[in-house]
């Protein structure tokens, strides 16, 4: 099997916290298997990188189960949806097993207020399926449709009472939306927020990229999008869990979708890729407070960017570059200045 560090990454990386808060960010190789790097301590350095295998045909998902274990999904080359999780949490992993299913996206993941993970996908039939745990830590039940018509990778937020809500572009072009009705509980009918030419034209008709979604500090989601006119919009929860205010656009020029993280403080930070292919971003200048100007982070980027959040509150973002090797950018204090990016290799020799 060819060395991790010789393999170019082809999809969108992904990034998770161990239940001691460092961070494991994970990509999809040109071999198709699974490579990773992970901190030796909370806020430290990478280790070098280690090749978990599989076939992918598909960006990584990862989420955390109760116990602190990493748990890992993707779309395997035949289809299903796939999954390996650490065995201990931040420990040796158990290898891949599938899921079944017919997938035709990357899968979303997210837990349920009581910890359980559940998996979203788009199948075959364009509609919007999901496995969820029986409980924490445990198996997988069987696959539950949700319907509609995707043209999206789902995202999936999570309310301030704990119900999921994903999100997902339409076949009309708009953004789409279910929610559960209670956390964990069963979903409510799909919502339209708009974005087609009959009723959002500032958002250029379509939505070329899927969402991303964040939440305040008081509770409330924004979800975000790439407009076709290029420019980032966003929309937001007027309350914590309740109706949406409308889009709004925060320009840019964007050749990316967007990741989102919160800041220490709980102010909201959004990442893109420019048509530069440079790293760009917007913060709020307060929690819940509106946005302040573009700053550019500079780099080469040929994937979207990916965020997480360091046990001390710093913010790091991955994305793969031109030379086809993971490149990470931090703050160097939780909400503060950048370091400027960093190499941790995975380029061709």
Do not use: C
Not at 5 to 16: C, F, I, K
Not at 103 to 131: E, K, W
Not at 136 to 153: C, I, M
Not at 203 to 214: F, N, Q, T
Request: charged residues 15%.
């Amino acid at each position: 099997m060819p060395d991790a560090s010789t393999q170019v990454l082809s999809m969108t990386p992904a990034v998770a916290a161990n239940g001691d808060g460092s961070l494991q960010v994970f990509v999809r190789g040109t071999d198709s298997a699974m490579h990773h790097r992970k901190q030796t301590a909370p806020n430290a350095a990478f280790a070098d990188w280690t090749t978990l295998g599989g076939g992918l045909a598909s960006g990584p998902s990862v989420s955390r189960s109760v116990d602190g274990r990493l748990e890992v999904f993707v779309r395997g080359t035949d289809g299903a949806l796939r999954h390996n999780w650490q065995t201990t949490p931040g420990g040796n992993w158990n290898g891949w097993s599938s899921l079944g299913g017919g997938l035709t996206s990357a899968p979303a993941v997210a837990a349920n207020g009581d910890s359980s993970l559940q998996v979203f996908v788009r199948g075959n039939d364009g509609a919007l399926h999901y496995r969820k745990q029986g409980a924490p830590n445990a198996g997988f039940a069987d696959w539950t449709s949700l319907g509609g018509f995707l043209t999206s990778v789902p995202v999936v937020g999570r309310n301030a009472d704990d119900s999921l809500q994903v999100f997902v572009r339409g076949g009309d072009a708009a953004l789409h939306y279910r929610q559960q009705g209670a956390p964990g509980d069963n979903w409510n009918d799909w919502v339209s927020l708009g974005g087609a030419l009959t009723d959002q034209p500032d958002l250029g008709g379509v939505l070329p990229s899927e969402p991303a979604v964040g939440r305040s500090i008081d509770g409330r989601l924004e979800v975000f999008v790439r407009g076709t006119d290029g420019a980032l919009h966003h929309n937001w929860q007027t309350a914590p869990g309740g109706n949406w205010n409308g889009w709004s656009s925060l320009g840019g020029g964007l050749t990316s979708a967007a990741a989102v993280a919160s800041n220490a403080d709980g102010s909201i930070q959004v990442f893109v890729r420019g048509t530069d292919f440079a790293l760009h971003y917007r913060k709020q200048t307060a929690p819940n407070a509106a946005f302040g100007d573009w700053t550019t982070l500079g780099g080469q980027l040929t994937s979207n960017p990916v965020v997480g959040r360091n046990a001390d509150g710093r913010l790091e973002v991955f994305a793969s570059g031109t030379d086809g090797a993971l490149h990470h950018n931090w703050q160097t204090t939780p909400g503060g200045n950048w370091n400027g990016w960093s190499s941790l290799g995975g380029g061709l020799t």
